[in-house]
């Protein structure tokens, strides 16, 4: 497997962005009308310019796609590793929180490059891709579902035993949501920032999931919240959970200690479904 910069994988250009297709890879879809492609274009090129452990590619789904995304946004944010690799690569799946829906495109790609998941992938410098859609309203796990079969679909390189979900706020709700309805298709989970812990119904889908539940330990009710679901899990026989509440840290900051964890995805990719 080659990634571009590695073996003379080409960049696609599609609307002004400058896209990178995987091997076999292709892409239709209608011209963006929901943000500026110049501004966007621009903020790549300044992230692409400071990052030196992956680089970040704007993903365009297809538009018959598209169409049965929901409130998924048009365009998605990937990190590759910069470095040349080989073999399959784990997927890691970030999602937004609530402040990413009003946001244009271009503000989210650049506060991801700065506070989430591109961030992240950038500071653990791993071997991994990391996955950042964007979404107009609350993440729907229908509609996630159908993106990773798209997903892993067309990227080869993804190795699917090996596929991660982690999210803070509305993100955390929406990682929450979804390894509820699908948690077959993960092989570690990090729900956080967010209070729904308090209800077990359907918790017990979860007993063979490693979850990590991080929250700011001034973070109002979602610390009751993050702790109590920690207390269910363990409760319903989960031998893998492990919590975090970062002392002294409020919504805001307790988001920038998740997205700059990298011991968490330590965590994740020492877990495969295959084991």
Not at 96 to 113: D, E, F, I, P, V
Not at 244 to 253: D, I, L, V
Request: aromatic share 8%; charged share 20%.
């Amino acid at each position: 497997m080659n990634f571009f910069r590695s073996n003379g994988i080409g960049a696609l250009t599609l609307f002004g962005f400058a896209m990178v297709a995987f091997a076999r890879t292709s892409y239709a879809a209608t011209p963006p009308e929901q943000h500026d492609a110049a501004a966007v274009n621009e903020a790549l090129t300044e992230i692409n310019d400071r990052f030196k452990n992956v680089d970040v590619q704007i993903i365009t789904w297809p538009e018959e796609l598209l169409k049965n995304l929901g409130n998924l946004k048009e365009l998605a944010f990937m990190a590759i590793p910069e470095r040349k690799t080989s073999g399959k690569l784990p997927l890691v799946i970030a999602l937004h929180g609530g402040g990413g829906k009003t946001m244009n495109l271009a503000m989210q790609l650049s506060r991801s490059s700065q506070v989430k998941g591109l961030a992240l992938a950038e500071l653990a410098g791993k071997d991994l891709i990391l996955l950042d859609p964007n979404s107009s309203d609350s993440w729907d796990p229908n509609t996630l579902d159908r993106m990773l079969d798209y997903v892993l679909d067309t990227y080869d390189e993804i190795d699917k035993n090996r596929v991660y979900v982690m999210g803070h706020s509305m993100g955390g709700r929406g990682t929450w949501d979804w390894i509820l309805q699908s948690a077959h298709r993960f092989a570690a989970a990090a729900p956080c920032g967010f209070g729904a812990g308090t209800n077990p119904n359907g918790i017990e889908k979860l007993i063979n999931l490693p979850i990590w539940g991080m929250v700011g330990g001034e973070d109002g009710d979602n610390v009751a919240g993050i702790q109590a679901m920690m207390d269910n899990l363990r409760t319903a026989g989960n031998p893998h959970v492990r919590h975090t509440a970062f002392p002294c840290a409020n919504h805001s900051k307790g988001n920038a200690a998740v997205f700059s964890s990298v011991e968490l995805i330590d965590w994740m990719l020492s877990f495969s479904l295959s084991e």
